[in-house]
């Protein structure tokens, strides 16, 4: 009987095992059920979660409100070698000029303008169209330097693609501006629009080169068939040379068929924005000197290239919605004598030359500039040698009928946004100017009367700018401008911002 007891519990205790089991499981499953119901809340959740700030907290967007355009058409016509003094005191030069100085009335001007160091058609006019200095935008020279053989090269800065920095006619192409450009430097291969860029060497000796260059590059004219239409064009504008002026008479050419370019552009295909450049008064200056009959005769006739691109503006009825702007690039000097860097090194025994006067090795090299040099040193690192070269020309800086005006060092070059690879800058004393020569006497003959190149804090160098038509205050008057300004400026007109430039937007002389 207590066996048969026994058997029953055991019995009965496997049956609670079992109901204990049953249970258990059917908790087993209710669990699984909730720990994935659990899941898909949690996913869900954390979905939401994610989702939630794109619906109630949209992408980050840069709240600064778009620029309100002002003018839909700018002309940049820059005129090389304009002086300050050249607009500032025509009256008592008697020099008539009623396009520029009508302008300059109805507009806006600056008393004075700082170029760039140096002074020179290259580094100004890559500083005009980017707003940044040398330094930044690679253009440190009319002509590249070649360190291996320590001379110039004979081919001047050229393509657009050597200016490192971003330039207006990018911007504004960008911008969904038509673009156009006309003998303007360095955009030849630029991607404007409507382009006939010039390689103009105004240094050329012989008549082969100046007829080479002195002339639309063909190979860079866009579109192609622009070059036949301009021809055609210039059948029906003929250019008559002034006797008086017969030295120049291929650079007022030029000038005539930059001019007649530019105004058949603006009524053919209306850019939005036009530049173009006019050399033949800078050339005049250097030829017949400052102030000659011959130079003014020059600027008047830069004055009548103007009134043919504002008059084209008029027929194009453009007038009303068209900012003009008349900026140059350099001023110029007086000079009556020429300083040769290279000899005083030559002779210390610094660099060595063939019977030709060619550089066949050098230690240390100077690059002239017209108004100024840079020495380079074959190892840039080598501070005792460029302390001693130094030296060597302190000793002419200290003499009383010295030169050099000035020796401009490394940190000083650098704040001026020069070439950084140079060891240090001359500038030259009045009425001196600088040569690439390395044979011969240190003090030489001057070639021409008159030169560019110098310290741009020189009153000489001052510069020009008149700012006139759509959206300018007129009768403003800026004492000081600089030519960084004119990027950030024109970029302003369109509405656009140059974020890359130096300089400021001239807010003073736009009407809001």
């Excluded at 940049?76 to 009256?91: C, E, F, M, Q, Y």
């Excluded at 760039?116 to 440190?140: E, N, R």
């Excluded at 030259?428 to 100017?433: M, N, Q, T, V």
Aim: charged share 25%; glycine share 6%; net charge positive.
């Amino acid at each position: 009987m207590r066996i048969n007891e026994e058997k029953q519990r055991r019995g009965e205790n496997v049956e609670v095992r079992k109901e204990f089991h049953r249970r258990l499981a059917g908790a087993s499953r209710y669990f699984r059920i909730f720990r994935i119901l659990l899941f898909v809340l949690l996913s869900g959740a954390v979905v939401a979660q994610n989702t939630k700030p794109q619906s109630q907290k949209p992408e980050k967007k840069d709240n600064k409100p778009k620029l309100d355009q002002i003018s839909s058409h700018v002309i940049i016509i820059s005129v090389s070698g304009l002086r300050a003094n050249d607009i500032n005191k025509t009256d008592s030069r008697q020099i008539r000029i009623p396009t520029i100085q009508t302008l300059r009335a109805q507009g806006a001007y600056a008393v004075n303008v700082e170029s760039v160091y140096p002074s020179l058609t290259g580094p100004a006019h890559a500083t005009i169209v980017t707003g940044t200095l040398p330094a930044d935008h690679g253009i440190a020279s009319d002509f590249p330097f070649d360190e291996q053989s320590g001379t110039q090269s004979q081919e001047l800065h050229f393509q657009s693609k050597e200016i490192k920095t971003e330039t207006i006619w990018d911007l504004a192409k960008r911008g969904g501006f038509i673009t156009s450009a006309v003998g303007f430097p360095l955009t030849a291969g630029a991607t404007i629009d409507f382009n006939l860029p010039v390689n103009f060497d105004e240094n050329s000796s012989s008549e082969a080169e100046a007829t080479r260059t002195q002339s639309f590059s063909q190979s860079h004219v866009q579109p192609p068939e622009l070059q036949n239409q301009f021809t055609q064009q210039l059948k029906t504008d003929l250019f008559v040379e002034n006797k008086k002026l017969k030295e120049i008479a291929k650079d007022q050419k030029l000038d005539f068929s930059k001019a007649v370019a530019a105004a058949y552009l603006i009524e053919k295909h209306r850019p939005n924005l036009l530049m173009v450049n006019f050399s033949s008064f800078a050339r005049a200056e250097q030829r017949y000197g400052l102030s000659s009959p011959e130079s003014v005769a020059a600027l008047e006739f830069v004055d009548d290239l103007i009134k043919k691109i504002v008059d084209s503006v008029k027929r194009g009825e453009l007038m009303n919605e068209t900012t003009l702007i008349v900026v140059s690039d350099y001023g110029v000097m007086r000079v009556d004598q020429v300083f040769n860097p290279n000899c005083v090194l030559a002779k210390k025994g610094l660099l060595m030359v063939d019977g030709q006067g060619r550089i066949t090795s050098w230690q240390a090299v100077a690059q002239t500039f017209g108004g100024s040099a840079a020495i380079f040193i074959q190892n840039p690192q080598d501070e005792k040698t460029s302390r001693e070269i130094e030296k060597v020309f302190n000793e002419y800086f200290e003499k009383p009928d010295s030169p050099l005006w000035r020796i401009i060092s490394r940190r000083e070059s650098s704040q001026l946004g020069a070439d950084p690879h140079a060891a240090f800058y001359l500038d030259a004393a009045p009425l001196y100017a600088m040569s690439p020569r390395a044979n011969g006497s240190i003090i030489s003959k001057v070639p021409e009367r008159a030169a560019h190149g110098y310290l741009p804090s020189r009153s000489e160098m001052r510069t020009t700018l008149i700012i006139s038509g759509k959206g300018i205050k007129q009768g403003t008057k800026i004492e000081y401008a600089r030519l960084i300004d004119i990027a950030p400026t024109v970029a302003r007109l369109f509405g656009l911002e140059m974020r890359t430039a130096r300089g400021r937007v001239l807010s003073e002389v736009i009407a809001q």
